[in-house]
């Protein structure tokens, strides 16, 4: 029997793994969110009852509710943990189809959306993993997995001029180096520290783009068609999740993937 973390699940690939993972009626699946209720209405109204998923509030910028969530999961395992997925994330519509130099005149909306990014997805990150590491410690796996980004790439954003999306990009690259870091204080205890891609996943986020939106896309979808001629669009967060699984649960630190930054594929290829 394994116990999983997953941030983020009221949604997209959150809710998928969190589908994925519960499929197993031997693993004890935690969910972290910031509304409860609603995923818990979301759970049962999909999935059913499945008493192996625990639905917990907490955001992942608020250290005190992470904290507490780490005092029920340690009440239900006996302390322990197999698997932590940091999932949750953000990404804002400001920049998400804009290059950094488009904001040379908003100097307020670019500092707010570099600290938004930042803020949720390494800062709040690297305080989830800090809190939960003792109980990663004492659990049989000792995985922890955080879903990136190619879009963090350097050599993909310099080749192929990837210039939107600049702000998340930079906290996911925050992210990666965190995890490195991790893996460079935890590997002699066993433990895994991966940084995974998803892929380029229709989790349903831009389905009402305004024509900006639609432009900065057209021209994004044209930039990974040149990097990868068989990219026919996104996949589907199923597939996502089942390749992401199947690359950690393969992985460890005898092997050498502690610290590491793979795609979905296990390696360098982003789409």
Do not use: C
Request: charged share 20%.
């Amino acid at each position: 029997m394994a116990s999983y973390l997953v941030t983020g699940v009221s949604r997209g690939l959150g809710f998928e793994f969190l589908k994925q993972l519960s499929d197993d009626a031997d693993n004890t699946v935690f969910g972290l969110v910031r509304d409860k209720a609603a995923t818990d209405t979301k759970v049962k109204s999909q999935l059913g009852e499945r008493p192996n998923v625990h639905i917990l509030a907490a955001d992942i910028t608020n250290y005190d509710a992470i904290k507490k969530s780490v005092d029920y999961v340690a009440e239900v395992t006996g302390g322990k943990l197999d698997y932590i997925i940091a999932n949750a994330a953000f990404q804002s519509e400001v920049s998400a189809f804009a290059g950094i130099g488009d904001f040379v005149d908003k100097p307020d909306i670019l500092e707010k959306d570099l600290f938004d990014n930042f803020n949720i997805n390494a800062v709040g990150n690297i305080h989830l993993i800090n809190l939960y590491l003792p109980l990663i410690l004492r659990g049989s796996a000792k995985k922890v997995i955080a879903i990136s980004t190619g879009m963090a790439d350097l050599d993909l954003i310099t080749k192929f001029n990837i210039a939107n999306g600049a702000p998340y990009a930079i906290s996911k690259a925050a992210l990666n180096t965190a995890i490195g870091k991790f893996s460079a204080q935890y590997s002699d205890q066993g433990v895994l520290f991966m940084s995974i891609s998803p892929g380029f996943v229709n989790t349903g986020a831009w389905d009402n783009p305004t024509e900006e939106m639609k432009q900065g896309a057209a021209i994004m979808g044209a930039k990974f068609a040149k990097y990868a001629p068989h990219f026919k669009g996104p996949i589907t967060p199923t597939e996502s999740v089942s390749h992401v699984m199947a690359v950690f649960k393969k992985a460890s630190v005898e092997n050498g993937d502690g610290g590491s930054f793979v795609s979905h594929f296990g390696n360098k290829q982003w789409l």
